[in-house]
């Protein structure tokens, strides 16, 4: 047991963690000129065990056998990095205040954490938090909350810690910013929002997931529409929703498809095998195709193969093929070919698309945006873009909040614990793709940011001081 | 008394230095007005500029030069490009497109020569070789591309950059009739590249236009007032009749004055900031100053220290003023790209060298040596980088914010500077130690103190730089830390001071190892700064250079043999550390 308490007490440890982190860092680097981010982040990490790719480190050009090595992977070094500090801290940084200074210290910790919470929080700001300005104030007035909650923290650690007390907040910022990624990694989300100009959306795509969506267009007043996840999405199941009137037997699932191809100009040695559909898949092609690995930046299409039931006799009443190609978010809005289906009189769309999710504000008021103008500008007498900027309308009848606001790069929408972003545009500028982003730890970094300057910032003018003394 | 002298002479000399080739050459009547002229304005790449910044980034795209020797005489850039566009039949003999590649020049037809440099006219006969081979190595896939596909493509861009740029200067006025459609299309397709705005916005056109579409009559419309004085300009020139092409220079900016007096606004200023050239003469003098420092402190001196650091100041201050001046004519903060990185680490790191010097008494003159062969290291970077053409360029959109450019990219930055002096200072450490006994146990720990300061300051810098460079992502697009290369490249700065003060607080290095350490810390920075970009993904890939890996590999190689001198046994370092 104390062989183990010394090893995670050792600085040994913390400088083996550090190199291991870098070699860590530098082989993601290297893997992400053949693979695309999101695969080298899970791979390299987001895990406990990484697999480094032997060739990353050599010229593409060379012939290195493709071999995976073994490497503790950001979560390993991550936790064992928490660890190793929390027990050097333990053991070493001891209290060193007693009685009232003591006490004192204690409360103004309590402070500390309630500022620190407040800012983390968003205390005291605009529930509709858009820039009319440039980014100098906002950023400013976020690092200056920031640094009140910092200074705070120091008045409490100078207290309880002495001289140390730089050291100590340094090491709690450092802390404070890894379980802030952490947190990130597990529950902030990333979605897009489509708008053509004109348009009012209350809807946000989920593109990492899909789900195969049937709409009921009977009722004139309203839409039904009957939504199934990706995870029921399997070969063979069968599903039967009551607001359907046939049941759904999925074929084949494809987690990448090509894009459709007329049927006819097809090799007749490719579709040999070709199941006969109705609808769009009787005129196009749609195969499935590898996944898409990084360089090419492209997203996977995934296609679905399904047969529509009749309840009562079991037979098959139409065979189609559904692909994420043929929604119109997915290929910014070129086409929409949404698949009709009549079945028991009624007529039905399906799209297979992103998973979609309906704006609400924290009360559980939805609410929605219209996008009025987009406008790309350009630098006279080049194709070098200046500027992106949406003008928006944001509507929330429930909460009273009607507002025309503009969302341009680096200057975002923040409301109802979103985060919405100038991401993309449309073909000729008929539209704008935000991003929209839910992650509810996004002010720790400004946080600990100033945390950690404060701290080290004491701590070299304390040394500075009496290194000065020292030669004096 | 004797410091008073010596530091005129120093001061007296530095004057000298930079004032010369800032005055601009006299022109008498009988002479072309060309400085005139020079001081023309025009839009090019998004931002206005005298026509001299236009030819000089032209040329120097051109040729690796900003100017143009023929039989053994200079001819200045604006000239040059004043003799091409007017269609002086002596242009098409400039030797001006330089190519390196042997295969490329054996494909054009044309023999090696000393500074590989070859006329228009050299060239234009095998053009068809030329337009195929750039055709068939376009049409691979980026990746697919060979050394000689790279060089044909670097070859043939320069050589429609030149075509577009003497387009754009044509005068259509008799073109024949029937060509004016085919000649309206072709202006139409041009325009959509980025060619040269000569024309400045007047009361018959809101926009910044091109000369030759400005120059074209329409059936309905006539050709613009103000370009057909600019084409009386080039005509004049191109007859050789001086007096009427000094009349219409006068005229042609009288007239700019008169419709648009905005237009003319920093134009002579840049054109002083071109002349100055502050920047490769600062280097020049830094050089001198690391020389006469490594002398005086060898010999521990105290006179020529004292001499060399009054002469780094000397050219610090120009150094500081053209900074200033790149703000004033860009509008952005300092750093913007890898050419301003570069001006800007040199200027830190003299600063630093200034500072050591002064408040730290035993510096000894180690501060004139870093301060020195950074300055001029870094500048002489700068100088290469320099290549691509107009080093105030405009930003992208998303990079387009002074307030992030102004915090993230300076932290940054000056985190480089600070592990670069830290690893400059280790070398001397290790050099020093190993082949003079000038490292006694004073200077040892003299020199442990400078690095474990300036490992403090590149800590505290890189670490809330990076974070900055964080947030920034995350006021854009949501992402605090996306593991883009350049951020990764800066976390690894981060990590490695990190672990050099931790190494030193558990005792793990003696001074010795502790600028091993920081010479380490040199190929971490310097991975961070350029081999990212050679990379070529991610957001910050720009500036991605064949050269530049090269040299970045150099680089990399010295660093560690120098890692390796310093792990040497005692009994070979003769100071005995």
Redo the contacts between chains.
């Keep these: 047991m104390k062989k183990i308490v010394d090893f995670f007490l050792s600085l040994k440890l913390t400088v083996t963690l550090l190199a291991l982190s870098m070699v860590l860092v530098f082989a993601g680097t290297l893997a992400q000129v053949d693979k695309g981010i999101w695969t080298v982040v899970a791979q390299y990490f987001r895990c406990f065990i990484a697999w480094i790719d032997l060739p990353i480190f050599f010229p593409r050009s060379w012939d290195v056998p493709d071999i995976r090595i073994p490497f503790p992977g950001g979560f390993l070094i991550g936790w064992l990095m928490v660890i190793n500090l929390l027990m050097v801290h333990w053991s070493n940084f001891k209290i060193q205040a007693k009685g009232g200074r003591r006490i004192a210290g204690i409360i103004v910790l309590l402070l500390g954490v309630l500022v620190t919470c407040g800012v983390m929080f968003g205390w005291g700001t605009a529930p509709v938090a858009d820039t009319q300005s440039d980014a100098f104030w906002r950023v400013f007035l976020r690092l200056g909350r920031g640094t009140l909650a910092a200074v705070v923290l120091y008045l409490a650690s100078l207290l309880l810690y002495r001289k140390r007390a730089g050291l100590v907040l340094v090491h709690a910022g450092i802390l404070f910013l890894m379980v802030g990624e952490f947190m990130t990694a597990l529950y902030a989300v990333e979605a897009t929002m489509t708008i053509k100009e004109g348009e009012t959306v209350n809807y946000v795509d989920h593109s990492q997931q899909i789900e195969l969506a049937f709409t009921d267009g009977s009722n004139p007043d309203y839409d039904r529409v009957i939504v199934i996840p990706e995870r029921r999405l399997k070969p063979g199941s069968v599903v039967s929703d009551p607001g359907l009137p046939f049941d759904v037997r999925v074929n084949r699932f494809m987690d990448n498809s090509s894009q459709p191809r007329p049927l006819a100009g097809i090799p007749a040695a490719m579709k040999a095998n070709y199941p006969s559909y109705e609808g769009y898949g009787s005129r196009l092609f749609v195969d499935g195709v590898p996944e898409n690995s990084g360089t090419g930046g492209g997203r996977n299409a995934p296609a679905v193969d399904i047969d529509l039931l009749d309840r009562t006799t079991g037979q098959s009443i139409g065979r189609y093929v559904l692909s994420l190609w043929f929604y119109p978010n997915f290929v910014n809005r070129a086409w929409d070919m949404p698949q009709t289906i009549v079945a028991d009189g009624k007529p039905f769309t399906a799209y297979l698309r992103s998973r979609r999710e309906y704006l609400t504000s924290p009360d559980g008021n939805a609410f929605s945006i219209k996008l009025l103008d987009f406008v790309h500008e350009k630098y006279e007498g080049t194709q070098t873009p200046k500027d992106f900027a949406s003008q928006i309308i944001l509507v929330n009848a429930g909460d009273h909040v009607e507002r025309e606001l503009r969302i341009w790069m680096n200057n975002p929408l923040r409301y109802a614990r979103r985060t919405f972003y100038q991401s993309g545009f449309l073909p000729d500028d008929s539209g704008t793709v935000l991003q929209v982003v839910h992650n509810d730890s996004w002010m720790i970094p400004y946080l600990a940011c100033m945390i950690v300057f404060v701290g080290m910032a004491a701590q070299f003018v304390q040394s500075l001081r009496r290194s000065q003394r020292r030669s004096s | 008394m004797r410091k008073i002298i010596t530091h005129s002479i120093v001061v007296l000399f530095a004057v000298w230095f930079f004032q010369s080739g800032v005055k601009l050459p006299k022109e008498s009547d009988a002479d072309f007005h060309i400085n005139a002229f020079a001081t023309l304005p025009v839009?090019?790449?998004?931002r206005k500029k005298p026509l001299d910044t236009l030819a000089r980034n032209f040329l120097t795209i051109l040729s690796d030069k900003q100017t143009v020797r023929v039989d053994g005489k200079r001819v200045s850039a604006v000239q040059w490009m004043l003799d091409n566009i007017a269609g002086r039949p002596e242009a098409l003999d400039y030797k001006v497109f330089r190519i390196e590649n042997m295969d490329v020049l054996s494909s054009l037809g044309l023999e090696e020569r000393k500074g590989f440099r070859y006329s228009y006219r050299e060239i234009v006969p095998k053009i068809g070789n030329l337009e195929s081979a750039s055709r068939s190595a376009y049409g691979k896939a980026e990746?697919q591309r060979d050394l000689y596909d790279k060089q044909i493509i670097k070859t043939a861009n320069k050589f429609y950059l030149y075509q577009n740029i003497m387009s754009s200067f044509e005068d259509p006025t008799f073109i024949p009739k029937e060509q004016l459609m085919s000649t309206a299309q072709r202006y139409m397709q041009l325009?959509?590249f980025?060619?040269?705005?000569a024309i400045p916005p007047h009361s018959g056109d809101p926009?910044?236009r091109?000369l030759m579409s400005s120059l074209l009559a329409g059936p309905m419309t006539k050709p613009d007032p103000v370009a057909v004085k600019f084409a009386a300009m080039l005509n004049a020139y191109r007859d050789g009749n001086v007096a009427l092409f000094n009349s219409a220079v006068a005229e042609y900016e009288a007239l700019v004055r008169a419709e648009n007096p905005a237009a003319l606004k920093k134009l002579s200023f840049e054109i002083f900031y071109n002349r100055l050239g502050a920047f490769m003469k600062a280097a020049e003098l830094y050089l001198l100053v690391f020389i006469i420092s490594c002398f005086g402190w060898l010999a521990r001196k105290r006179g020529p220290i004292d001499a060399a650091l009054a002469l780094m100041v000397c050219a610090f201050i120009p150094h500081t003023f053209a900074i200033i001046a790149r703000c004033f004519l860009s509008g952005y903060p300092p750093v913007t790209n890898l050419y301003s990185s570069a001006i800007f680490i040199g200027w830190a790191a003299v600063l630093a060298g200034i500072v050591l010097e002064a408040v730290y008494r035993?510096a000894e003159g180690m501060g004139n040596l870093v301060g020195g062969i950074a300055g001029f290291v870094t500048l002489l970077i700068a100088h290469f980088l320099a290549g691509d053409g107009d080093t105030m360029e405009?930003m992208?959109?998303?990079l387009?914010?002074?307030?992030?450019l102004a915090?993230h990219v300076i932290t940054v930055t000056l985190g480089y500077m600070a592990t670069f002096v830290t690893g400059t200072l280790g070398v001397f450490y290790i050099v020093s130690g190993l082949f003079t006994k000038r490292l006694d146990e004073q200077t040892n720990e003299n020199m442990y103190?400078m690095m474990y300061?300036t490992t403090?300051?590149a800590?505290?810098l890189s670490?809330?730089g990076t974070?900055?460079g964080?947030?920034?992502a995350?006021?854009?697009?949501?992402?605090?830390?996306?593991?883009?290369?350049k951020e990764?490249?800066a976390?690894?700065i981060v990590?490695?001071t990190?672990?050099m003060l931790?190494?030193r607080?558990?005792k793990?290095v003696s001074n010795r190892g502790f600028a091993v350490m920081a010479v380490t810390g040199n190929i971490v920075t310097a991975w961070s700064w350029f081999g990212?970009n050679q990379?070529s993904?991610?957001l910050h890939s720009y500036g991605f250079t064949q050269s530049a890996t090269f040299w970045l590999l150099v680089f990399v190689g010295t660093q560690l043999a120098i890692v390796g001198l310093g792990l040497l046994p005692s009994k070979v370092w003769r100071s005995g550390q």
């Excluded at chain 2, 980025?194 to 705005?197: A, V």
């Excluded at chain 2, 387009?400 to 992030?404: A, C, I, P």
Aim: charged share 20%.
């Design positions: 839009k090019y790449d998004g990746k325009e959509g980025s060619i040269p705005l926009r910044w091109p035993k405009q992208r959109a998303v387009d914010t002074r307030f992030w915090t103190r300061g403090c300051f800590l505290l670490f809330v974070v900055l964080g947030l920034w995350d006021d854009s697009w949501g992402r605090f830390w996306g593991w883009d290369p990764n490249g976390l690894l990590l490695w990190a672990i931790h190494a607080t558990g793990m990212v990379l993904v991610g």
